[in-house]
């Protein structure tokens, strides 16, 4: 069984438009190898946003909340060097 990052998104696509057309998401999976979950979350993803991607299937929070992690990561960072050099500084 094959990694979900493994598959292209026009492949993905063509399993979407399967399940929209009829055909069951347990008689492709079958088929394809594919887990049902894996069918329908690409279906979830496809009907929000047209895209397969994590980033643009994100809402407005979980984009700032990303931002704010990184930005509270670069922070702390420069707060441990800081405390590096206070302590440098100190020594002297």
Same mark, same amino acid.
């Given at each position: 069984?094959?990694?979900?990052? %493994?598959?292209?998104?026009? &492949? @993905?696509?063509?399993? #979407?438009?399967? #399940? #929209?057309? !009829?055909?069951?998401?347990?008689?492709?999976?079958?088929?394809?190898?594919?887990?049902?979950?894996?069918?329908?979350?690409?279906?979830?993803?496809?009907?929000?946003? !047209?895209? &397969? =991607?994590? =980033?643009?299937? @994100?809402? *407005?929070?979980?984009?700032?909340?990303? /931002?704010? @992690?990184?930005?509270?990561?670069?922070?702390?960072?420069? #707060? %441990? /060097? /800081?405390?590096? *050099?206070?302590?440098?500084?100190?020594?002297?």
């Amino acid at each position: 069984m094959k990694n979900q990052n %493994d598959y292209t998104d026009e &492949f @993905r696509e063509q399993i #979407v438009k399967l #399940v #929209v057309n !009829g055909k069951s998401a347990i008689q492709i999976a079958r088929e394809y190898s594919i887990t049902k979950t894996t069918i329908y979350n690409w279906i979830k993803k496809y009907k929000n946003t !047209g895209s &397969f =991607r994590d =980033r643009d299937n @994100r809402s *407005a929070e979980e984009e700032e909340l990303i /931002l704010l @992690r990184k930005e509270n990561k670069q922070l702390r960072m420069e #707060v %441990d /060097l /800081l405390k590096q *050099a206070a302590l440098i500084m100190a020594r002297r």
